[in-house]
């Protein structure tokens, strides 16, 4: 997630020093581990507490929460969840993708349903399917949201058992903002594949908004077109992301210059502020251009 971008660059100055001490940093490393974990564990004892008697439907655990929104709070992934389903809803309305038309929609690294347990509160012929890496969060999804999606886990590396032309929609939220330049590259190219002829793809980015006033990101990401920023993980991958798993920054005329060899059809809608993505829409038939997509970012 951005907020993840924002606190990466709050933290690097410190750990760049302490890194140059590794026995310090090694202490530094211990100690962010007990103060995370002893957050999770007040956070999943009042987690277990409160879901007794929880009315709305189920909330992830505290460390899934922490997993799709960088913090353990409730509010965060529901808020941050509704905000981001409002901006899918918009582009689905601009792209005259309607309610009452049957659709098949991916939901690619769904996470913990942060957007689409809001998909679910419609009253829609959409059909929806999700699927991610993380085994956790697909087992929480099959338990919690059961017949309401159709799930399945992938590797890090595509095929996913989708046929061929099969998706009116699929989207990426917070994806391509964590993997390499070659694991964006071959997941397009399977995204190409599953998707209909006249489908769309909605992926996410950190453009701009997110690097352009910390100087080192933006001159790596200019020079290059993107920055993949490896987090030095050790004793305190705290989530316990795959090894995969960073930081991409991207520029929008990398994004217009590369991937338009395998979707011909880009619109590019920065981010009107720091803490937000920027979204990509991609088809490889020509597609309504969005229009007033200011209004719902
Ligand atoms: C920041 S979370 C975002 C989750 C969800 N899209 C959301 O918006 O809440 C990133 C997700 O990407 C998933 N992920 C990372 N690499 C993946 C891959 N190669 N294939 C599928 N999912 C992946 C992670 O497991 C994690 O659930």
């Not at 940093?25 to 100690?31: A, P, V």
């Not at 957007?115 to 999700?130: I, K, M, N, P, Q």
């Amino acid at each position: 997630m951005t907020v993840r971008a924002n606190q990466t660059q709050n933290h690097s100055a410190i750990r760049d020093r302490l890194r140059s001490i590794p026995a310090v940093y090694f202490l530094y490393g211990i100690l962010m581990r007990c103060v995370f974990e002893t957050r999770a564990f007040i956070a999943t004892a009042v987690w277990a507490a409160s879901s007794k008697n929880q009315k709305h439907s189920p909330l992830p655990p505290p460390r899934l929460l922490h997993r799709v929104c960088g913090s353990f709070s409730a509010e965060d992934y529901l808020d941050s969840g509704r905000k981001d389903f409002k901006k899918l809803s918009n582009i689905f309305k601009c792209l005259e993708i309607r309610k009452n038309q049957p659709a098949k929609i991916l939901d690619f690294g769904c996470g913990s349903s942060r957007t689409l347990r809001h998909f679910f509160e419609l009253d829609s012929a959409w059909e929806y399917f999700r699927t991610d890496l993380d085994q956790e969060a697909v087992e929480w999804n099959q338990t919690n949201f059961h017949g309401q999606a159709n799930w399945c886990a992938n590797q890090v590396t595509p095929p996913t058992q989708f046929r061929d032309n099969n998706f009116d929609v699929i989207y990426a939220i917070s994806i391509f903002t964590h993997l390499d330049e070659q694991l964006q590259r071959v997941w397009l190219q399977e995204f190409k594949r599953i998707l209909k002829d006249d489908g769309t793809l909605i992926i996410t980015v950190h453009g701009k908004a997110v690097w352009k006033d910390k100087k080192d990101w933006r001159q790596k990401v200019q020079s290059n077109g993107m920055y993949f920023m490896h987090t030095h993980k050790g004793i305190r991958n705290l989530t316990r992301t795959p090894s995969h798993y960073h930081t991409a920054l991207h520029c929008r005329d990398y994004i217009l210059a590369t991937w338009s060899s395998i979707f011909p059809n880009i619109q590019y809608v920065d981010a009107e502020s720091h803490n937000e993505h920027d979204y990509v829409i991609l088809s490889r038939r020509g597609f309504s251009v969005v229009k007033n997509i200011s209004s719902f970012i």
